[in-house]
């Protein structure tokens, strides 16, 4: 069925309040009566169903992916423990980075959140591909099932780490279809992901609503913008190298190979120069997503907007640069160079860290489930990324080099995306369905979590530095570090019982509906002018568009943000259809 | 303006290019060399394309004045499907492709069939108007 | 975290200290001053506060204090990075190659060879107070050299040497673990590392070089074997902790 897309051209101030359940307005334009059930699934190009879809397999790989976990963390608790054979431990460490890193991190940030948010945001009726869109969600579907089924073959999943380093990870040392299908998986996901950062740039680009102009634009859809150039940059070399890897193990080419004039270190070059990138291409959507939710229960404007779209541009300028602080151990990389950018990252993150901090300074701040979440993660990235610090020294990652000093670090920094991913779900949820999650079950969830991941991390550190080497399946020459480990262990089944807390509080929000309306937080972006959920084509009208904040700018005429030191409110340029801007002394 | 966005690529054009000629001199390693030319080209070439657009066009589109009003950018946008059966099939194809490449080739059967498909699929629906 | 016994490791652990204390004190204070924010500016009522949007200064503050740290630190670290990967003239050399799933030691020159695998624990034997050069190779994947006593690792890799040179001031037995993950048994790959006065590694050394069966089997009663340098063990002898 042809859509012929339109914008809205009025504005009824009325409108807003307006909430009815099912999302339909008694005089709307597009009455849409697409297919239902299966068949929409299958062939819709709302980028707001491709958005659920992808959000519900991305955090039903979160659960596989922790299932993983805890496997892995039931193993350690005792030094010779025999639960898991030693190559069934290879393969579960493997495949529990590897389905948390391409299969649910990444497609939930950006393909997931931000296809649903980006066109509600920028005022726009859809991605600018639509139909690229849904082939990008079928890709990373099959994808993810490609990968899984490693674990159905003889030789079983991919068993070398989710960073496949060669020459671990040719024909002679891996043989098998589990490798083969990673490669594979990964080749899907990879262009899956090269899609959607095609439509995430084309989109801001060019389907902004009047008046939207590149710096009134949401920090959450700044930090996507950013984010799709970095995936046009990062994955192209992922697939490339991927493709040598095959080759070397199929075709009989000597890419990584030393028989044949190969350079095995190639590999881990070509891999972290899409492997750093890509640690910020999954940070910047949860910075974007806490960067929404906290100025809202704060009651005041992002502090220091500007400054954060410098640090967004400056870490996705430095980091790539710095891919071989993975490498130091190597000996064979320019020590200095990717010290010295590695160093200088910090100070963007922290840039940011500051301004979350100024906009709560001197607010009212609210403590909803989602900015209890928000607040996690700015305390639990500070401490990750703290230690980031020590690993950027490369006489300081001689000694932490792959031990769990290394384990801690990034499972804290990963751990504090994960609560920005929920501070997003607990705040988005009710615009996405119409329906709020309850707030009690949310906060214990919070709790749990926050307090978990700590109790989960902090021991790693320690145990790191007594000398606990990663991707050990047994540790019998020590059993002094039995009791850290049982710390950890413990920490990581907080964050277990936080997650099915958290299914739950999903289960039991759907049974007993709280209907949610257009705003129920009264927050400031465009997706919070429009119904709940949002109707065929996002907007039946729109507000006028005169700062980053639209929608509070419409409800609050009288409270425009201001500059520190500033006293009388700044008038903006009047439009004739909007309330005008009352000057308040 | 056009120009923000394409001052945006050929920044961190600029910034690759740089870091690369730096990197290469210092550290004479081809690997991250040749990647951070090839950043420094993703940076200049679409920053470039844009930035000559904007001088073509005029680069005065509602969304890049301040005080463009919402009824400037009222009315139809362009046309597509709402929903169309052929990325789930190019999808199909591609995952079947994969398939090939790890258990034989004789997967490589039914996955040209669905990306032949598919391709004839979606482009006769863009020609039709999106009536399939 | 500890000085070690090397002296590089004793550079090191200052180095880790200065970044410590540059890191409670930044991170410390952002952490307090986070929690401050929380607790006093709760929601009191239900008014708008003031909608501060930006304040320059404090910015530029904020953005120029963190870069006069970073090059802070990137000095120190560039001062104990040379002292790390110093190679001074050395006294003595050793080779060491990492294969799956075990470990060599070979001194050139000498016919001395030490190789285990996994649970077999090779120890190799160095001298103290005495620069020793170290060689490290791998015969097949990339593996990790790491012994935390010396505050060091280094990846032992397929066709690309990597050079290195401790000093180590106390004798002692120290341990040492592959850390990069190497295959089946990665989890298994210890070794050892005996430092003894440099009297003693000469008198063992000279054992070694000798030809009469008297001083081999003098040699035998340790956990070491002698062999020719390219004598690399054929039949595994793991010990397994569940199935394989």
Known sequence: MTDLIERPSVVEPGVPDVGAPDGHHGDDVHEHHGPTGILKWLTSTDHKVIGVNYIVTSTVMMLIGGLFAEIIRAQLVSPTSTLVSFSQYNELFTMHGSVMIYLFAGPFAFAGLANYLVPLQVGAPDMAFPRLNALSYWLYLTGSITMLLGFFTAGGAANFGWVGYAPLSNAVNSPGSGADLWIGALMLTGFSAIFSGVNLVATIFYLRAPGMTMFRMPIFTWNMLVVGILILLAFPVLTSGLIMLYCDRHFGTHIFTVNGGGVPLLWQHIFWFWGHPEVYILALPFFGMVTEVIPVFSKKPLFGYKGMIFATLTIAALSLGVWAHHMFTTGAVLLPFFSIMSLLIAVPTGIKIFNWIGTMWGGELY????????IGFVITFLLGGLTGIYLASPPLDFLTHDTYFVVAHFHSVVMALVLGAMAGIYFWVPKIFGKMLNEPLGKLQFWLAFIGTQIFTLPMYVVGLHGMPRRTAVYPNNPSWQTLNIWVSIGALMIGISMLVFVVNVIYSWRNPVIAGNNPWDAHGLEWYTTSPPPHHNFTSLPPIRSERPTWDFNHPEHPALAHGEHTAVVTAPSEEATNGKVEA | MLKQESLILLGLGVFFGLMGIVYWMWGHEDGGGVMLLGSFLLGMLPGFYYLWWYRRTGGNRPEDREDATIQEGAGVVDSFPSTSIWPFVLGLGCFSMVLALVFGAWFAVPAIGLLVAAFVGVTAESRRGGDV | MAKGVSTTSHNTFILWQGFSIAGIIVGGGTFLIILWAVFRYRKKSDGIP???QYNLPLEIIYTIVPIVIVFGLFAATVVVENQVTAEPNAQANITVTAFQWGWKFTYPGHKAVIVGQ??????MIMPADENVHFNLISLD???????????FSRYAQPGLT?????NITKTGVY????????????????FRIKVVTPAQYQAWLAVQDATTPASRALAAKGAIKLGTATQVPTKPAYTTYGAH
Do not use: I, W
């Open chain 1, 367 to 374: 403590f909803s489930t989602s900015m209890l979440f928000a």
């Open chain 3, 50 to 52: 003031k909608q501060t």
């Open chain 3, 118 to 123: 996994t649970t077999q624990n090779p120890e």
């Open chain 3, 141 to 151: 994947v990339v593996h990790g050299f790491y012994v935390r006593d010396f505050n």
């Open chain 3, 162 to 166: 990597n050079v290195f040179t401790f």
């Open chain 3, 175 to 190: 341990n040492g673990q592959c850390t990069q993950l190497c295959g089946l048994y990665h989890s298994l790959m210890y």
